[in-house]
DNA sequence: ACAAAGTAAGTAAATGTTCATTTACTTACC
DNA sequence: GGTAAGTAAATGAACATTTACTTACTTTGT
């Protein structure tokens, strides 16, 4: 029996990744993704159901699943507040500056509601989706460090700003100067927490 | 001679703001659009050079300098930092909460190209977008208040939250209980200002 | 009467997806 | 150790449909 290639699998995913952060989701077809990976049409379909199955699929465990295991390196629910948003800004940053194409798909899960109804049934079905986090954050609220918010809040105040500032990270990569440096980016992690402790 | 209908101009862009927020940008087509807003696709065509000249159009226009005149409403330069913040918070709040397809294309303008690029080049051309923004947290930062910071990433740590808790209400209107309520806005904001200033 | 606004029906090209077939590898026998 | 059968992987050409956009005509308001 032929073995299956996991270089085109790997292609497949890649390339995609590739094209809609260069030309947009909207801008992805099956056919284009083929030819831009060097294979047949019919070889995505071995793999996917459908273009829908493929791109929930390739949002799921490339983009969402890959960054949550980058984001949770070294991190531990019960570290220091402090210690432990810095170590998620620092995580997510290095994961973001070295993945680019991936921060472009994620980015894609806010707007397309294709992407948007897969994160939310990902995280209602697994329940613990990113949950050393929460953990993390609802001990801190219990012991009175942070104010008693809605998760989504807390997660919403401590690192939406950080993810702006990866995307302006981005815009700067072809310019002369770079204005998001990493002395930047640790005095707004250090303003945030300094916002959030009571 | 035959004045244009100003009624069929604002179906089509109404209903294509309908449309994306629905279905996603991706799956806008020109003929759905057309057949959604009771036209003929050609009519579409006399209003716009092409489908990429009108949802540029449609995203600055209507998006954005929609937003922006929502957001600047009452709001003064000179005005003190908590103040101003806050001010900005509840315009921003109140518009998209009557506008949320709106703010679904919004969201569209962080990951399309196309649109991202539409952004820039408005940024860049007119210079002054959003400029009475800009030009508050310049005082500040020039009256010590708070740190100094590239305008971006200062706005980052300042309105960033307000986009994800907007988002995350939209999540929570076909929910039992909204827990993105004024109250917990108010606290956010407040948490944001404090961390802000030195 | 005129000229622009608007339309229905069309175009070629591109889309997502499938068919019938070929390729490349494993395995079992001589 | 060579080889041929067996099998899943992979393919290129095709499918019907949809795409962005046009053509040729009709309607409308002055």
Chains 1, 2 share one sequence.
């Not at 829908?52 to 490339?62: A, G, H, P």
């Not at 019960?78 to 991936?102: C, P, R, S």
């Amino acid at each position: 029996m032929r073995p299956k290639s996991l270089e085109k699998e790997e292609a497949i995913r890649s390339v995609a990744l590739q094209i809609i952060a260069a030309e947009g989701l909207e801008n992805l077809s099956m056919q284009k993704l083929a030819k831009a990976a060097n294979i047949s049409p019919r070889t995505i379909y071995l793999k996917y159901e459908n273009k829908e199955d493929f791109l929930v699929k390739l949002f799921i465990d490339e983009v969402l699943g890959a960054y949550e295991a980058a984001v949770l390196l070294n991190f531990s629910e019960d570290m220091e507040f402090a210690e432990g948003v810095k170590l998620i800004w620092k995580n997510t940053f290095q994961y973001f500056k070295n993945n680019q194409h991936a921060f472009s798909l994620m980015q894609y899960g806010k707007s397309s509601p294709l992407l948007n109804n897969a994160y939310r049934e990902k995280n209602i079905q697994e329940g613990q989706y990113f949950s050393p986090i929460r953990l993390f954050l609802k001990s801190h609220v219990r012991a009175g460090l942070i104010p008693k918010l809605p998760n989504q809040a807390l997660r919403a105040m401590l690192f939406a700003p950080l993810f702006d500032l990866v995307n302006e990270y981005f815009e700067h990569t072809d310019r002369p100067k770079q204005v998001i440096t990493a002395k930047v980016l640790t005095e707004c992690c250090e303003a945030v927490i300094k916002g959030m402790i009571k």
